[in-house]
Each structure stands twice: as C-alpha cells, then as structure tokens.
C-alpha cells in the first residue's frame, strides 16, 4: 500500500453491524462517506458464498479508491476483504443452516424434526427394545435378583447379545417341569383356557408369576392374575392313575380313594390358551421375563459438587435403550435414571408441562445416537448438587434373537443354575426412526381421523386401537346441563376385560372425544339361554356317530381351519336373536338326523310358569314366534359349561331308531 492512502483502521461493533471506517483527510472522509450514502440502497442479497462476498467487496473497494490497482495477496487491504469474505461465508450458511431447521422438509437435526412433529401431536421414537421368556433349571430353592444376565454364545465375528431381568425371582426346584392334571373325564386342557390344574402343590408359584405351556407344536406364556390355590381331591378306585402305586399290591391292597394334591392356577382372560395341551404337555413354572440391554456396572457421574451447573448433560455411551411393556416403540420409555444428591428425579416428555417445583427431566437423542439429559427452567439441582445416572445400552432390531439362543451366564455367581434357555424368539426389537421416515408419517397422520364426532368415528376408532373388542355400541345422550357419550362394550369370546384394559380405554376416549363431552364406558349384560333338543336318529345310526359333530356345530368353539360353532361368541352381535329355522338348519344337515324336536326355548332368567298341559309357558310363546328376542343393548351368549349353569345350557337327547 503506498503512503498516500495509507490510513488508520477503527472497528466500531453496535449491535450485529460492524464498520469499517477508513480515516484520512477530511476532505477525503467525507467525499467516501457521502458516496457510501448514496449507494447503500443496492443490495445484491444473492450473495451467499465467499466468492460472492469478496467480488462485491471489490466492486465497493473499487469505488471507494479508485487509485488503488496494486491488489496483490500481500496488500493488506486484500487481506481484510478476503478475511470479510470468509466470515460472511460462514455466517451465512449458519443462517442457512437456522432457517432449515425452522422447516420440516430441510430440518437435518433430530431434535428439530421432533420438536416440529410434536406440534402436529407425532411422536418420534428412539426404538425398542426385544423380549423374550427365559426357562432356567435350578438345583435347589434360590433367589435371582434383578439385573441377572444372559446373553447368546459369542463366536468369532458374531456380536455378544445381552438380555437382563427386570424384577426379582425366587426358583424352585420342584418348579423345572410340572404336569397337568386331569380326571377321566376330561384328558386335555382346550384352547380359550383361562386356569388349569397342576399335579401336586407348589407353594411357591405367586400372583404375577409367568407360567410357559409346551406340547410337541407349541408354546406360550400366562401371567398368574390371582394367588394358586392349593386343594385336595378326592379321587375314586377308578379316578386316579394307579401306575404310581407300589406294583406289588394286590388287587384287594389297593385303596377305595386317595387324597390328590393339585395346584389351581387362573390368569387373566386377555392370556386364554391359544392351544390345546394334554397329559403329555410340560409345564415351566421358573419363568423369567427379560428385556435386551446392558447395564452400566457403576452409576456414571455427570456433574460432582465442585463442577458449575449446567442445562444439558451429555452421557457417556451411545444407543440408549427404550423399553415398552406392550412392545410399542411409540410408548417405550427410556431406561435412563438420574440421582440429584441420591434422590431419583423423574423423567418426563415435555418439560413445558411442568411446574416450578416439580424434581424432573428430560432426555433426547441426537443424530449420533448420544443421550442429552436436560433439566428445565424449573427446579434445578443445586450449583453444589452431585448428580449421577444409569442406564442400559440396546441394540434394537439386533436383539430380536431366535429361540433357544440365551444359554450363556454367569455360572460361578449363579452356581445354582443347571442350565437357562429361551423357547420362544425375543421380538418386538426395533431400531430408532429414521428422519426420512417420520417427515412422511408425520404429516400422513394429518389425513388420519384422530378425532371422534359421531358414534360411528368412536366405534371405528376404539375397535382399531383395542382389537380385543367384538362390538361397541355408542350413542348420545343428555342430561339437562351436559353431553355424555354412553359406550357399551362386548369383548371378543366374551372375555371379561381386565382393570388395566379399561383405564386405557378412558385414556384413549379421553383423547378423541370433543370437548363439552363426558364419557361412561360399560360391558354389556349377556343374555344366556336354556335349550333342550331331542335329536332322532336315522335307521342304522348311533348316538356317537352325530354327537361330536352336533356338539361342535352347536357349540361356541372354533376349529383349526376358522370354523365355528353356531353359538360362538362372534357369531351375535347387540340385539341379534335366535331363530328356530337357522337352528334346525344346521341340524337336520348332520347326515344321520332325521329330525329333531326343541322341547325348551327360553331365557334362563324366565321362570318356570306351566300350561294346563304342563309344558313351560315361556318356551311356548317363543315357539310361537319363532325366535328368542334379544335387546338391542344385550348380546347373546350360550357356553354350555356345567360350572357355569348362568352362562346358558344346551342339552341334546339322542333318541335312535328302533325299526
């Protein structure tokens, strides 16, 4: 630069604009000042990148000094403009950068895209991870705490998979392999179960114990919903299995009846069976419930006493796992715990919902998979507060092993274990969503009805989201001051809904209703009948030949192949009635019938009024019309079960042909 337009270079920062004055002679300051008045109206605001920058930087310079056509790379005046450039570079595509986060389409950072989602109430979710049941053999009575870990034998090059308990047990020897029990009448325990007898008493099976059925095809899982009950029967000569005796008792040694020691297990009627097992069926009764993920052995500290506080804490280890009871990523939770000075602090999803005094946290998964724990402008830990966190590490769909791969663990902790396995295949193991998958969900669920306006929107909604549920009924109602939305429900096999069943279903239509709306939900009330038929047999035909086929046909069951039964469950809905004709369709269509006579038809809560002739009058008037009337708010329903008489009966009398 020469002498003459060398000059002093002042920096002046107000606010976000810097400029650049260049202080020489008055005259010239002011001949520079006027023109740079003049032209600030021109704008070019397409330049975003550094070669943009620096040849409007130029155009000005050449403007502004117009002696100046030295501009080599050791000029300082072409140093600062290339210094300029390179700034402007960078901010502006910081600014690019803010802007697209603002936008679904372009936002690249996962918190944005689920902060933007959650404004269309869509969550985005971070995975889950698999379950599975575990079998363990144990050598003697023992306890197993939680944490205990099993994982797939590892070769070379295979990844180590590592499931945990979640809860604490207690093993049982006698608990390895049990057998069911069955009298002589009945040798199999059928599909739709909801208890079962177990050979002998173990006292040590509890309320909310897991329970595995094996037969030679299949296998599956119950949670106990009550305490066993243990009971003796009393079993006739020809009653119990006298293989167990001693084999050298005469015939007159052997006693009139023993004392059978069984165990009544029940479950919940959402778990029936959904297979038959018998006498040569395995029962598992040291069944563990396990989860995918690691658990950091020591608790890690995120801030101790003398470091300041901060908002965010970032963990150590990446891929959190997410853990969900149901196996529904977009409900699972995270497996992160925070200790503030060895008090727990509660997770919660969105921090804006709480209040000031409210011990919680939240936590968020980048892009790199590293979990940020926040802490709202509520309360916070103190500036001298020690705060610490566990977690496990997941593996998402990896998890989702196949059966009988969990057989390694520790044997010389746990030297009480023979050996453990799992029958069945972990599953419900998901990956994290990806971006690209929730920027398209997210707005399709816009186009979802959500919401419920008429009865018809409730029923739709409610059945898909509670495919336990056969029918719903709806309807408004008011009473004086407020709308109320009456729900009558029939569960699917006439299962009786269970308490955890219902406070999700208030939760759901708590969602969807509109406001100015109440809600009350309740079951049905099943309307059992008595029938009693006399079935007479062509010539040359038995009662056994048509009896298994005219007791399923009239039954409430349902085969392999999806046939079912006339009185099956599925087969009512609310108000449908039974009609004579369809009755004696299905049976003079067995072949070996040749007709048939209904002798009872009514409700079992009709009572008994006779006729002058002596016949029932309530069979008599429905004969007459046809049918046995049902309310449009009642469902039919007819088990056929001795132990419940209430559920409805059908009797068949066979009566075979003499000629």
């Not at 050979?199 to 059925?213: A, P, Q, T, V």
């Not at 500036?383 to 969990?406: C, D, E, Q």
């Not at 809904?497 to 809600?519: Q, T």
């Not at 038929?533 to 069951?557: A, P, Q, R, W």
């Amino acid at each position: 630069m020469s002498n003459k337009n060398n000059s002093d270079i002042k920096i002046n920062q107000s606010e976000n604009n810097v400029k650049v004055l260049l202080e020489s002679d008055p005259l010239e300051k002011s001949f520079h000042t006027s023109n740079f008045v003049e032209e600030n109206n021109s704008i070019d605001y397409m330049a975003k990148d550094y070669e943009s920058f620096k040849t409007l930087l130029l155009q000005l310079a050449s403007k502004k000094f117009p002696d100046w056509h030295e501009k080599t790379e050791a000029d300082i005046r072409m140093v600062l403009i290339d210094l300029f450039s390179y700034v402007a570079d960078e901010l502006s595509y910081y600014q690019d950068r803010i802007a697209n986060e603002a936008f679904l389409r372009t936002a690249r950072k996962r918190d944005s895209v689920s902060s933007l989602l959650s404004l269309i109430d869509y969550r985005l979710h971070n995975g889950c991870s698999a379950q599975t049941f575990l079998n363990i053999t144990v050598n003697e009575i023992s306890f197993l705490p939680k944490g205990f870990q099993v994982s797939n034998k590892t070769l070379s090059g295979h990844q180590k998979i590592v499931f945990e308990t979640d809860r604490d047990y207690s093993l049982y020897p006698s608990q390895n392999k049990i057998k069911l029990f069955f009298d002589v009448k009945k040798n199999k325990l059928e599909k739709g179960s909801t208890s079962a007898l177990l050979l002998n008493h173990f006292s040590g099976l509890k309320k909310d114990d897991y329970i595995m059925f094996q037969n030679s095809e299949n296998c599956e899982v119950i949670c106990l919903d009550d305490e066993p009950e243990l009971i003796e029967l009393s079993l006739s000569k020809n009653e119990f299995d006298r293989s167990d005796l001693d084999s050298t008792l005469s015939q007159n040694e052997i006693p009139k009846s023993i004392k059978q020691p069984v165990t009544k297990i029940s479950w919940s009627r959402n778990d029936y069976l959904r297979n038959n097992y018998d006498v040569n069926s395995t029962i598992y009764a040291n069944i563990l419930k396990i989860t995918q993920g690691q658990t950091n052995e020591k608790s890690e500290i995120l801030k101790s006493g003398s470091n300041p506080s901060q908002k965010h804490y970032k963990l150590k280890q990446n891929s959190i796992a997410f853990v969900s009871d149901s196996l529904t990523p977009y409900l699972a939770k995270s497996t992160v715990q925070v200790w503030v000075d060895g008090k727990p602090w509660k997770e919660v999803y969105r921090l804006r919902e709480m209040n000031s005094f409210d011990e919680c946290y939240r936590i968020s998964i980048d892009d790199e998979d590293s979990c940020l724990i926040t802490f709202g402008d509520g309360k916070q830990p103190f500036p001298w507060s020690t705060i610490t966190a566990r977690y496990k590490i997941g593996m998402g769909r990896k998890g989702n092993v196949g059966s009988k791969i969990l057989t390694e663990f520790d044997s010389k902790k746990f030297p009480f274990i023979k050996n453990v396995t799992n029958l069945l295949p972990a599953k419900g193991g998901v990956d994290k969503q990806s971006l690209e998958d929730a920027k398209i969900r997210g707005p399709k669920t816009l186009k979802i009805q959500e919401r419920a306006v008429t009865p018809e929107d409730y029923s739709k909604l409610i059945k898909k989201q509670f495919p336990i549920i056969s029918q719903i009924q709806t309807r408004f109602s008011h009473n004086g001051g407020w709308n109320t939305l009456e729900i009558l429900l029939d569960m699917k096999n006439n299962i009786e809904p269970d308490k955890r069943i219902l406070k999700e279903l208030k939760i759901f239509i708590d969602k969807i209703r509109m406001i100015g709306y109440d809600a009350k939900i309740s079951l049905t009330e099943y309307i059992s009948p008595e029938i009693e038929i006399s079935i007479f047999l062509e010539k040359n035909f038995i009662k056994t030949e048509v009896e298994s086929k005219l007791n399923f046909l009239l039954g409430d069951k349902e085969d392999e192949t999806g046939n079912r039964g006339f009185f099956h469950p599925e087969n009512f809905s609310f108000g449908d009635s039974i009609y004579i004709s369809k009755l004696y369709d299905v049976i003079e269509n067995i072949h070996g019938v040749d007709y048939a006579i209904i002798n009872k038809f009514k409700i079992s809560t009709s009572p008994y009024i006779p006729t002058e002739d002596g016949k029932d009058e309530a069979t008599i008037r429905n004969l007459k019309r046809g049918f046995i009337p049902v309310n449009e708010r009642n469902v039919l329903r007819l088990d056929n079960n001795p132990l419940y008489p209430e559920h409805g009966s059908l009797v068949l009398n066979f009566v075979e042909s003499r000629s």
